[in-house]
DNA sequence: CTAATTTGACCAAG
DNA sequence: CTTGGTCAAATTAG
């Protein structure tokens, strides 16, 4: 199902170079971020966290210019591709299953370490594992809507092994669900935009580095990940209570800058097909295609914060900006945006 | 009752 | 083979 008409551009790992290339890139940030984490429990880290966040930075700038060009198209579609179940015996097993299991991993946008699962989305609990090299078991959870609109959005969480109390998320897939509080603060946005821009039109990847270096958020990509304020219904309580501890805590105030370093021009076109698009239903012309991710694309909301903040009595903060969209969520979804039929 | 989580099996990639 | 990611039946929570 998730499949036709373009069907996601899943498979990183095809055959064309450029995602070859970018899918080696995704193992080493990997790697790279994994390393960090570690170093965070060292004494003397000295300068090697700050190599480390260098490394990680460049990495993400290359991963967006590859992801501009390469990832695109490719993918067949046909669904031949893997799906086994071997054929074999119809009753052996308890259960059958049927068709494909393991789908091709969705892009990683971005990984962050905090303290709550709350992250203003609303997530399903779909596995558990423990992971080889790691004390702590690993959680997987997928969007809640995935069902109802398709969104490929799922993330997994694993609390540090040096600190407990802390959680590494990591995100992959971009939510094309509706989101009121997402929706509406990117329009919001690009309204403004549209007022100030004139035509200039240089799309400019600036690495943002400096700036991003913001404490412990690593994203693939600079843009995406908009995390919504308002905080629906939490998939589990907010664990423990201090979280006054915040690790460095850099507010990262130069998110205007970032903001004026993307292209206007494209921000307001784009922000004009969305629309568009949106009111056709189904699915949005670019569900998430690795173009888009890397591409032009919303995320002017998302931009102002790329930090997650850790305390929820920030997201609270933030929720109370939302005005009308807060009062009704998950019902009230449906009734704002019910654009199909 | 429905919906979310738990849990072991299944599957693909290295 | 091992490891990580996903599915879905069974279980639990609201």
Not at 131 to 145: A, F, G, L, Q, V
Not at 317 to 325: A, K, N, T, V, Y
Request: charged letters at 15%; aromatic letters at 8%; glycine letters at 12%.
């Amino acid at each position: 199902m998730t499949s036709c008409g373009g069907g996601g551009g899943d498979d990183a790992s095809g055959h064309s170079p450029p995602a070859a290339v970018y899918d080696d890139l995704v193992k080493v940030r990997d790697h790279a971020a994994t390393l960090e984490n570690m170093l965070q429990g060292t004494p003397n880290v000295g300068d090697a966290g700050e190599l480390m966040k260098e490394m990680l930075a460049k990495l993400s700038s290359a991963m967006s210019v590859l992801g501009t060009t390469g990832g695109a198209a490719a993918s067949s579609p046909a669904a031949g591709g893997r799906r086994k179940r071997s054929g074999a015996a119809a009753s052996s097993g308890p259960h059958r299953r049927s068709s494909s299991r393991r789908r091709t991993k969705s892009p990683f946008i971005e990984m962050v370490t905090t303290t709550t699962l709350n992250d203003g989305k609303s997530w399903r609990k779909y596995g558990q594992k423990n992971i080889h090299d790691s004390t702590n078991p690993r959680s997987y959870y997928r969007c809640t809507y995935k069902p109802d609109q398709g969104c490929m959005a799922t993330r997994q969480v694993q609390k540090s092994q040096s600190n407990p109390s802390e959680l590494e998320i990591s995100y992959y897939g971009q939510h094309t669900c509706r989101d009121p509080a997402t929706f509406s603060s990117f329009i919001v946005q690009g309204a403004a935009a549209t007022a100030t821009s004139d035509g200039a039109n240089l799309i400019s990847f600036a690495p943002i580095n400096g700036g991003a270096a913001a404490s412990t958020s690593t994203s693939a990509f600079p843009h995406q990940v908009p995390f919504s304020r308002f905080s629906s219904y939490s998939s589990s309580p907010a664990q423990e209570g201090p979280n006054e501890g915040t690790p460095s805590g850099s507010p990262s105030p130069a998110c205007y800058e970032k903001f004026m370093q993307y292209d206007i021009g494209q921000l307001a076109d784009v922000l004009g097909r969305r629309t568009s698009a949106l009111t056709v239903g189904s699915a949005p012309a670019g569900y998430w295609p690795v173009v888009n991710i890397a591409g032009v694309d919303m995320d002017a909301a998302g931009v102002g914060m790329d930090s997650f903040p850790s305390s929820p009595s920030s997201l609270g903060f933030m929720s109370g900006s939302l005005g009308s969209f807060g009062g009704n969520n998950l019902a009230g979804d449906d009734d704002l945006f019910d654009f199909d039929s």
